[in-house]
Every structure is written in structure tokens, then in C-alpha cells.
């Protein structure tokens, strides 16, 4: 199969987008506020994980990379997660501090991408967040050291269970783990219509105002 034909079936695939037309005038005057109607959008929904959010990050020489991480907060200051500081991403942010979010709400045809410098969080801020996880979860983050290669999974399961052992109660939160956010410099909303004329809307930090762009789809 040469790179300009596809098996037929993709033509199967094709969806119809018919959405509700997105006006200037019916958003918010800055994203956060328009992202947190159409994130209550997706919770009243019942989409699976709405919080479910793709990061991508590129390391100093312009690799790129991508993955699914989970949403954890947000206010005007921008879109937090937590993860492994030693991660690939967390090695990235550390060279080139600049990432993009989606959120693919493929069922109500939106999507929000967001783009902006990455800021680590506060120790104490991590750590409040770290110790309201769930146990496992916290030895988890202990025993996974995330994007390393292990033998088996054989290895990672007797670390976890050595981590138990050593701290049945209360684990300490890693010195290599915790929050980043996402300060927001753009923000885009995409939504969904017929004949692929879809609706998209930028918002373009100013400043400190917010300028409200069309964008051919």
C-alpha cells in the first residue's frame, strides 16, 4: 500500500458533525471561565474521564512527544497535572518549558487546545495534593520509576510490594514527583459542523487582556 491510499473502510469511518454554530458573542470574555462551561458541559455529558487531557512536550532539540495525562485543577493561573519529575515529560519540561494540552470531547464534537509555558508547582502545593491520593496510588509513585526500562513486570510488582512493606501507612512524597502547570498564552475552541466548516475560536493572551480570533477551520 503506497502512502497516498488508505483501506477502503477508512471511508466508513467519515462522521457528519452537526453542532450548536459557536458565536464570539456566546463566549466568556477570557478562556478559563469558557473552559469551565464547556468542562461542566462534559461532566453533565457522562463522557469517561473528561479530565482526561493529551500533553504534548518536546525536548531541547525539537523531539516530540505525546500522551494522555488526567487533568487535577484549574483557575486563571492555568491547567494543572501531577507526574514523575524524571518521567520523559517531566525531562522535556525541564529543557524546553513550553507544552500544548487537548481535550478531545469527540462525543459532544469539541475539542479545547490550550498552549503555553509549564511552571513546576510549589513543594507544598505537590505535596498537599500527594497526600489526598489514595495509598496504592502513593506507592505507586514511589515504585514506578516512569520511562525507565524494567526487566518484567515480575520486578516492578516485588518493588511495590518491598515500598508496602517499608511504609504501611503513610509514604513520603517522592523528591522526583510533582505538579506542573500549564500557564495558558492561547486557547482554542473547536466546535464541530457539517461539510467540515467547523467553528474554531482563539483566545490570544495580550498582555494581561484576551483577544478573541476566528481561525479558518
Do not use: C
Amino acid at each position: 500500500m503506497d502512502a497516498a491510499s488508505s483501506p477502503p473502510y477508512f471511508a466508513g469511518l467519515r462522521r457528519t458533525y452537526e453542532g450548536r454554530p459557536l458565536r464570539e458573542a456566546d463566549l466568556a470574555a477570557d478562556p478559563v471561565t469558557q473552559f469551565a462551561a464547556w468542562f461542566a458541559d462534559a461532566v453533565e455529558a457522562g463522557l469517561p474521564e473528561p479530565n482526561a487531557m493529551i500533553l504534548a512536550t518536546a525536548s531541547a532539540g525539537g523531539r516530540p512527544s505525546a500522551r494522555t495525562v488526567l487533568l487535577k485543577g484549574y483557575d486563571q493561573e492555568g491547567f494543572v497535572f501531577y507526574t514523575n519529575y524524571e518521567s520523559r515529560k517531566g525531562r522535556d519540561l525541564a529543557e524546553n518549558p513550553r507544552g500544548g494540552l487537548v481535550f478531545p470531547w469527540h462525543p459532544l464534537r469539541r475539542q479545547v487546545r490550550v498552549e503555553g509555558p509549564v511552571v513546576r508547582l510549589p513543594r507544598e502545593a505537590s505535596a498537599a495534593y500527594f497526600h489526598s491520593r489514595p495509598y496504592g496510588s502513593r506507592i505507586g509513585a514511589w515504585a514506578s520509576r516512569q520511562s525507565a526500562v524494567v526487566r518484567s513486570r515480575e520486578q516492578l510488582d516485588e518493588r511495590y510490594r518491598q515500598l508496602e512493606d517499608r511504609w504501611p501507612e503513610e509514604p513520603p512524597m517522592p523528591e522526583f514527583w510533582g505538579g506542573f502547570r500549564v500557564v495558558p498564552t492561547e486557547v482554542e475552541f473547536w466546535q464541530g459542523q457539517i461539510d467540515r466548516m467547523h467553528d474554531r475560536l482563539r483566545y490570544r493572551r495580550s498582555g494581561e487582556s484576551w483577544i478573541l480570533e476566528r481561525l479558518a477551520p
